[in-house]
């Protein structure tokens, strides 16, 4: 009805205006805040775009990964050494690791959809070949194993358009630019017919096939889409650091900050993980600071973790679909 009533009087819907001004608020960010909060907002918004690749197979398929700091490790390293040894521009070298990413993401899906791997045991399987890889990256002398891999100093004539590597604004726009089109992305996809058949899957994938949904190829699709949109945040990070450690950017620990925004946030939203994101990093930085005036070692992790339970326990949904519940009566009175 009301999308009717929108057609007729020519009015755009209420939710493509708040998205506008959404993404109209956050391109001003660098233009109303100093270094440091452009520094926090960045981060933001890659984990936001990770939790988002993340949750296109958790929250809208029901694949469970534990493991996805593989593609982000896949995406840094390829965009870090075509460029630091071959000269190759992250212009290719993003779509180049975001393609290997995407091929070993089909690799482990077709081996585990094959032999009927779900549930914790798929999530398993994603942590044995994060692993697998991480320790293979650690004793690989071509990529200076445990000890780093350092791209140069960027120089003095450098373009940042062109080598996609600046200061904090053009990382910021950087992660803006990839945020906005994983939106878009998981929208189209999500809102299609393909995802009509990764809801049908994730409810009940007995049925689904049942009725003739080819579930096999739609899983293996998820993932790759999802490994490739990882990989292309981790050629933008690895750029951004300038320096990649296997035991870093692959390990469990990057894992788990992948996948935490999205389940803060809310499962199988568009919004979700950029709201789980804003309350993961400032909680962290707030946390951090106030151990460090306290003086009191652990403090941070204490305080970050009670707070992230809190929510967990409280608003198991996550918190935009609590948001989105409370502004209901507010929508219904206009």
């Not at 909680?283 to 973790?305: C, H, M, N, P």
Request: charged share 10%; hydrophobic share 55%; proline share 4%.
């Amino acid at each position: 009805m009301a999308r009717e009533r929108n057609a007729r009087t020519g009015r755009r819907p209420r939710g493509v205006v708040a998205a506008t001004a959404f993404f109209c608020a956050l391109f001003l960010v660098p233009h109303l805040l100093d270094d440091a909060w452009v520094a926090v907002f960045t981060l933001v918004l890659f984990f936001a775009f990770v939790g988002q690749a993340w949750n296109l197979m958790m929250g809208h398929v029901g694949l469970l990964s534990l493991g996805h700091a593989l593609f982000l490790g896949i995406g840094g390293y390829a965009t870090a050494l075509l460029l630091g040894d071959y000269g190759i521009s992250p212009w290719i070298g993003i779509p180049a690791g975001a393609v290997v990413a995407a091929v070993v993401g089909v690799g482990i899906a077709w081996l585990g959809f094959r032999f009927s791997v779900r549930g914790v045991y798929f999530a398993l399987l994603t942590i044995a070949f994060a692993e697998f890889f991480r320790i293979l990256f650690s004793n690989w002398p071509l990529i200076g194993g445990t000890g780093g891999y350092f791209l140069r100093v960027v120089p003095e004539d450098n373009v940042p358009l062109l080598s996609l590597r600046g200061g904090a604004d053009h990382f910021y726009y950087v992660f803006f630019v990839l945020f906005v089109a994983g939106v878009a992305l998981s929208a189209r996809l999500v809102r299609g017919r393909i995802g009509m058949f990764w809801s049908a899957i994730r409810e009940d994938e007995e049925a689904a096939r049942a009725l003739g949904v080819k579930s096999f190829r739609l899983k293996v699709l998820a993932v790759a889409v999802s490994a490739a949109m990882t990989a292309c945040g981790g050629g933008a990070f690895a750029l951004m650091n300038g320096s990649l450690f296997p035991n870093t950017l692959m390990g469990m620990q990057m894992s788990i900050q992948i996948i935490l925004a999205p389940i803060i946030g809310g499962l199988g939203t568009l919004f979700g993980p950029f709201v789980g994101a804003v309350f993961v990093v400032l909680v962290l930085e707030f946390s951090r600071d106030l151990g460090q005036t306290a003086g009191v070692y652990g403090l941070s992790t204490l305080i970050y973790g009670l707070t992230v339970l809190g929510v967990i326990l409280y608003m198991p949904e996550g918190i935009w679909p609590h948001l989105v519940r409370l502004a209901r009566p507010l929508r219904r009175d206009r």
